[in-house]
Structures are given as C-alpha cells and as structure tokens.
C-alpha cells in the first residue's frame, strides 16, 4: 500500500534528499521505504524490476537514474524538491498507468489547439518504465496530456503544434532510454522516402513547367536553335529523375504486373508518361521544340499526389479497425509463490491455469476465471456497451476488456489466439481477408480491362493520325485515353467499404463474419428466433425442485448435479450451483453421455436421465398423462426441465429465464415490415408458446431437437422465404447454417466455431435493428462506389478518344475518380462512427 505520510523528516532511499516537503511510503519486494516524491519512488520500482538481483545500494550509479535526474524526474536538489511540493507529481498511479481513457477520465479536456499524437514504444519493462515516460513527457513544452500504458508499450498524448512537434516528443523518449515511433507505424521508413520521393517530383516538375513555358513562346516567335537547346536540355534532365526516380516504384509495379500476367494502374501510367518521354527524347535529338517532358513529368507528379491523398484517406478509415488488433497486450502479471503480488513477463510465459493479477485502468490479458477480488469492467471493446460491469469472485472476464476499477486475480482459461478477443480478431482478419462475389467479377473485369485499354488507346492514336492528324496529336490523345481509364478506383471501392462496414460494426459490438451478411439482411422477409438465451435473458436460475417420486429435493439435487458436472448447458450450470449454494456435494454419478435434448447417466446400479419433454417421453410411456396430472404454471418466465430415475419420472426442476427488456419493441418492429416470424425451442410447448404469446410471435414450435430447428428453416426457405436464424449456443449451429443469414446471439461461449454470418457479441437481439441499419449504410455506400467508378469510365473514356481531354487534365480526372471513393467511404464513417448503440 502506497500513501503521503507526515512522519519525521528522514532522508530518500533512492536520491538522498530529505522529506521534509512530505514523505511517500511504500513497501517493495517486503522492505518498507519512504521517497521524497512519487517519481523516485517510481524510478526505485523500475530499478527493482530492471534486473533479477537488483542492488539498491548502486541505483544513483546507474544509467537509468541519471536520465531520469536529467529528465527531471528525480529531484536535483532539496531547492528543486521545494519548487515542485506545491504542485501535484503527474499521476501516482499503482502500477505505473494513467486512467487516461477519455471516457473514464475525469481531467479536463485538452485544449482545442492541441493534437493528437498515438506512439508506441519499445523497451518498457515494468509499468513504473511507463510512469517515467509519462512523467517526462508532461514536463515538456506543448504537451497538455499524455498517458503511456506499459501493458499494450502505447502512448496518447496531446500537444501542441506551436509548442512542440512530434519528432521532437519522440526524441525526448529516446533520450530515456526508449524507442518511440508512431503508433501502426510498421512502414514508417518507407512513408518517409515516399514523402521525399513527393518532395523532390514535385519541385522539378514545377521547374519543369516553368521553362516549357518559355520553351513554347517559340511557336509564337522566332527562337533561336541555341535558346532552344539551352532551354530544353535542363528541362530533359529534370523530367529524367522525376521520371526515373519519381516514377521508380510505379513502374517497378508496372512491370511486376506484366510479368505477372495482371497488368494494373500502374502499367497505364508508365505507358502514358513513358510514351510522351519517348517521344519527347526522340524529338529533342532531332532539334524540335515539340517536347512533351513536362506531360510525363506531370502524369507522375499528379500520380504521387493523388496516392499520398488516397494513402491518407485510407489510413483514416483503416485506423477505425486498427484499435481491435490492438486488445492483445503483450505482457501480464504473473503471480507465484516466488512473486505473489504479481511479476511482470511475456504473454508467451503465461500458460493455462496459472494465476495473473490486473489492476485498475489495465487491460485484462486473457480470459479466466476471478479466484479474488472484484472490479468493474469496461467490456465496450468487445460488446460494444460502454456501462462497466461488476466482476466478482467465480466470474468470467474476457481478454481485451479493462478493469476500470478494482483489484483481482484470475485462473488463465484462455489466452492468444484462443481467448475472447484473439477468436474476435481471427475473425475479423478473416472477414477482411475474404472477397465478395462482386469483387470477383471486378477482379476478372480488371484482368482484361487494362489490356483492352491499351488496345483502345493504340486504336485511338491510329485511327486520329489515319484521318490526317499529325503523329504527336494522335499520340497525345492516345495517351490521354490510357491515363484516363486507369480502374483504381474500382479496385478500391469494394474493399475500402469493407474495412469501413467491419470497423463499425465490430464498434456497435457486431462481429461480422462474412462481409456479404451487409447485403444479405436486406432480403430478409422471415426470422426464426430460438427462444433461451436469445429472446430470454439467458440467466438460469433454479427457481424450484418439484418432487414426483418418493425422494427428498436434496437427494434429487445431488443425483442432477452429480450428472449435470458434465454438461456446459445452461440448466447444467444452474443446478450445480444450486447445489453449491446449499452445501450439498455432486453424486459420483458415471458413463454420462449428452445427447441431443439432454443426459444420461449411471448412479450404482440406478440410471438417471434428464433432459427435456420430449427426452423423456422417448423413456416413459406414460409421461404426458403424468406431465399434464402435474399442472405445471404456464409462464413465459419459466423453464422446465425433468428427471428419471430408472424409468421413472423423478423430479421436475423449475428455472426462472425472463425475457429481454428489448425484445417486444424489436418484434413489433419487425412484424410491421411484414416479416414472418417464429419461435423455436427445445424446451417444452408450452413454456414456448407463453414466451411467444407475452411477445405477439403465434408462430412457436417447442420440443425440438437441433435437426428438427434446421428442418423447419429449410421447410420456410422452400416456400419461398429468404430466412434468417437467430440463435445462441451450439444446438442452434445446424439450424444457423441452414439459414440465408446466421444471426447468433453471444453467450460466452466459443465465438469461432459458429456457423453464422453474424456474432451479436452485446448478448442482445435488438442489435439486429443496429445491424439493419448499418448494412444498408454500408450497401449504399459500395453501390454508390461501383456505379460512380462505371459511370465515370462510360464517360471518360469517350470524351477522352474524341480528343477534348490532354493528359494532365486526365490524370487529375483520374485521381479525382479514385478520392471520391475513398472521400464517400470516409463520409460513412463520419455519419455511423459516433452513433452509440
């Protein structure tokens, strides 16, 4: 436990100085120790962390100390240590993270002049390698906010630009012993040469154009052969590295392509300005001034400007999905007999079962089960509901979520690519990774339509110089027509919108498994709902044990819970902690087998089964005349669930599963557009049709077994429909997969193995409604994309053959095709990015 203390002046136990302006005590690795202010008492923590057998005596003598002294961290002098006693240190927080989420922060919003600045930041070993990076960049100039999360080596800062700039911001890191670069920045090096490679084009270019200036005055007056040559030889040598060096990584794509056999973008504009250089070389030899050096040095230039402008853009809209690769932190707590309190390692260290510790404003690492302490989580990252949730002892937590508040320790169950959010991020890769039947067709489209541009600008050039024009007219046309066709518009449409679609709707907490689920929804004119965990809330609770044959609830309880330990269903999962609750030990039950509808098992020499209605009608002859002697409560609240033993009904076991608050209103909504609905369970008829009465569904069918689910989904495709399933748990995955579109409702469980389109990962139905919406956002943003991109070519093209068009006017018509995909893909983002769910 950390705390300020006003005990008697005593001297730092790192810098030496006293603590006469106040003390903060704190005991680490079991020795209590008093510092004279927050930062060496952090900077003595990064020491103890810093090595296996770390020496408190030689911690000034180290190299870390004394940058930390430079960076002000550490207190100079006891004149220095009394000028910051009247000013709170920047943050104490235990373990070295600052509660810098915007939406749990309570600090003042950074000043509108300042920007954001996102680092990441490598050789950071324990959260107090964060507080010091933190610590040093608040006490520079221009920076109003900064918070550094040694879990995920992130930092968000904000400064300001008049102030301070971020190579600076990143160079003060450096100085600290750390590397920062900026955060996604994998191809930094090369961002950087391409900005060059911009800078450098874009000058000559300009010079370019300014002595072809001069150099076309001679077709207006008489210029003499000499001017001439001193004019167009500066001018060849510039267009030369603008086009050798400018264009290098457009024709090395160019060339790749062809040799490839799928010639592209790039192979029409090394056409286009490689003609005009030709030519324009060809003429300088021969003593004309009909030099067209400036149209290949501009078609490259105008090329740059309009990829870095598109680069950006799709940056920006890539940014929105960058935030879920990163849940994955990179190190945890560990906790052992050697460090119970917790030592930091990497994620590859810890292993299923072992225990790691998370403490407020961390980032849990994986998924497991709380064996102490409590919190409240934010799991917004994954579901996409932003209200905390209450974690105590036996719950689960999910990797990827953030413990807001609290302090606890849990059991691994998962971790990597087998926990919550790396099965979440799997899945996302892969729904980017996949093409829709549209992208196919452009793709072959493309394939075919780069060499049939070029056949039609070869055409165009011979055509026009057939009917009379002179040769560098009917060239110049000709490279106007391939300049102008250039399809990277059409190769962005699709793909960028997906990005878009997939970022957006995993932020709503919908996981897409199948990009073309955006289009599918829109067809839907039937859905079946599966009733619990889906339309009901889910969260069985034993309500009551009612007796049937001469044996107490107790007995009873401990023969079903000594069966149903085997099970993951919902009831299984009530009923031993039903027993739990009241003390009573699981029965040694053996040979339990799950079938469809419920489990079986042996208890000594009687065999116990439960299950549904229909599993023990398949035992009992007698059972429905027994059932309806019972005169169970017809509620849409509870849920029956019964019991043999040895052929005889036991026992029926009541549980409480109420409906979801949203349910009604998303029904009704539906019903309305006139889609057929139904309603499906396993549980029995009648608990089903009082679900489906309380929610206006007339439709209900219980007693089913997954196949039967899947059957009556088909028998509806059949007559017509186009249907959607909407279940949890994987009794519905037969049924999910038969459907048009499989909508399942999360429940906890495995989300990688489903047989659906869709994940609702809020554990909520409504979401549909949310998804609806998005999807048509998202489909009339990929229309509008195809239809621009062939209306623009039906047009362009045209215009371009009959010779209205040069090619620099081309090349910006070709540019402007290509933002405006990617400028209407950024416009659905900014409509749908800030809605909340």
């Known amino acids: 436990m950390t705390h300020s203390t006003n005990r008697p002046v005593q001297a730092c136990d790192l810098c030496g100085l006293t603590t006469r302006h106040g003390a903060v005590a704190d005991e680490i690795a079991g020795r209590s120790l008093v510092f004279c202010c927050t930062g060496c008492r952090q900077v003595y923590r990064m020491l103890m962390e810093a090595s296996e057998s770390p020496d408190p005596a030689h911690f000034r003598e180290t190299e870390i100390y004394r940058r930390c002294v430079d960076a002000g961290i550490i207190p100079q002098s006891e004149a220095d240590l009394a000028k910051r006693a009247g000013s709170q240190s920047p943050g104490n927080p235990e373990d070295g993270q600052a509660a810098a989420d915007s939406e749990d922060s309570d600090g003042a919003p950074p000043p509108e002049r300042c920007l954001p600045l996102d680092l990441t930041v490598y050789g950071m070993w324990c959260p107090a390698c964060a507080w010091v990076i933190e610590a040093g960049l608040q006490r520079m100039p221009g920076v109003e906010q900064a918070a550094c999360h040694f879990v995920t080596d992130r930092v968000r800062l904000f400064y300001d630009p008049v102030k301070s700039a971020p190579h600076r911001i990143m160079a003060a890191v450096d100085r600290l012993g750390y590397q920062a670069v900026p955060a996604g920045a994998g191809r930094g090096r090369e961002s950087v040469k391409a900005f060059v490679r911009l800078g450098i084009s874009a000058f000559l270019t300009m010079n370019v154009m300014m002595l072809s200036f001069a150099l076309y005055s001679g077709f207006f007056m008489d210029l003499p052969g000499e001017a001439a040559a001193r004019i167009s030889w500066p001018i060849l040598v510039m267009a030369a590295v603008v086009f050798v060096y400018g264009g290098a990584p457009i024709h090395r794509k160019a060339l790749s392509g062809m040799r490839m056999g799928a010639p592209g973008m790039e192979t029409l504009i090394t056409l286009g300005a490689g003609s005009a250089f030709a030519y324009s070389l ?114 689960a937590v999910s990797s990827g979520t953030r413990l807001v508040s609290g302090d606890l320790q849990a059991k691994t169950t998962a971790k990597g690519a087998d926990s919550m959010a790396g099965q979440l991020i799997a899945i996302m890769e892969d729904a980017l990774a996949k093409k829709t039947g549209i992208e196919d067709a452009a793709d072959r489209v493309l394939r075919f339509f780069v060499p049939a541009v070029v056949l039609l600008a070869a055409g165009t050039g011979a055509v026009w110089f057939a009917s009379g024009l002179e040769f560098r007219e009917a060239l110049i046309r000709g490279v106007t027509v391939l300049v102008i066709s250039c399809p990277c518009a059409l190769g962005v449409a699709i793909p960028l919108a997906r990005v878009a679609g997939i970022s957006l709707a995993g932020e709503k907490g919908i996981l897409v498994h199948d990009f073309t689920a955006f289009e599918r929804i829109r067809h839907v004119n039937a859905a079946v709902f599966d009733k619990t965990g889906t339309l009901t809330q889910g969260n069985w609770k034993l309500a009551d044990i009612l007796p049937v044959a001469e044996m107490d609830t107790d007995r009873l309880l401990c023969l079903a819970a000594g069966l149903e330990k085997h099970s993951a269903h919902r009831s299984a999962e009530a009923i031993v902690q039903a027993a739990a609750a009241r003390g009573i030990a699981p029965a040694a039950v053996c040979d339990a087998a799950e079938e469809e509808n419920g489990i079986c098992g042996s208890f000594g020499q009687k065999r116990v089964r439960i299950g549904s209605a229909a599993f023990m009608a398949a035992e009992i002859e007698d059972f429905w005349q027994r059932l309806e002697s019972l005169q169970l409560t017809e509620s849409p609240d509870l849920s029956y669930v019964y019991m043999s033993v040895s052929g005889r009904l036991a026992a029926v076991f009541c549980f409480g599963d109420p409906l979801r608050a949203s349910g009604k209103s998303m029904i009704r909504d539906l019903q309305q557009r006139g889609v057929r609905l139904a309603l499906v ?43 959607a399933m909407v279940g949890d748990g994987v009794n519905d995955s037969p049924a999910l997969a038969a459907a048009d579109l499989g909508i399942a409702v999360h429940n906890g469980t495995n989300i990688g193995t489903r047989a659906s389109a869709v994940t609702l990962m809020g554990n909520d139905p409504d979401r549909i409604r949310d998804f609806e919406h998005l999807a048509g956002q998202v489909a009339r943003t990929v229309r509008q994309n195809l239809w621009f991109t062939f209306f623009y070519n039906a047009v362009a093209i045209p215009v371009a053959m009959s010779g209205l068009l040069n090619p620099l006017v081309a090349v910006g018509a070709m540019m402007l095709s290509s933002l405006s995909v990617t400028g209407n893909t950024l416009l659905l983002i900014r409509r749908e990015g800030g809605k909340k769910t």
């Open 681 to 723: 369970s396993g549980d029995n008829g009648q608990t089903t049709r009082a679900v489906g009465q309380a929610l206006g569904i007339s439709d209900c069918r219980g007693d089913l077994l997954p196949r039967d689910k899947a059957e009556f989904v088909d028998a509806l495709k059949k007559q017509g429909y186009y249907t």
């Open 282 to 395: 060809y003429n300088f030899f021969q003593g004309s001034i009909h030099l067209y050096f400036d149209t290949a040095a501009m078609l490259i230039t105008l090329v740059l400007i309009g990829k870095a402008v598109e680069q950006w853009t799709r940056d920006r809209v890539q940014a929105r999905i960058s935030s879920f690769f990163d849940l994955l932190p990179q190190k945890v707590r560990i906790c052992s007999r050697q460090y119970p309190e917790g030592r930091f390692a990497g994620m590859d260290v810890l292993g299923t079962g072992d225990i790691f510790r998370v403490l407020a404003d961390e980032t849990i690492p994986a998924d497991g089960r709380i064996v102490s302490g409590a919190g409240r989580v934010n799991e917004s990252a994954l579901t996409g509901e932003a209200r905390p949730v209450v974690k105590r002892e036996g719950d």
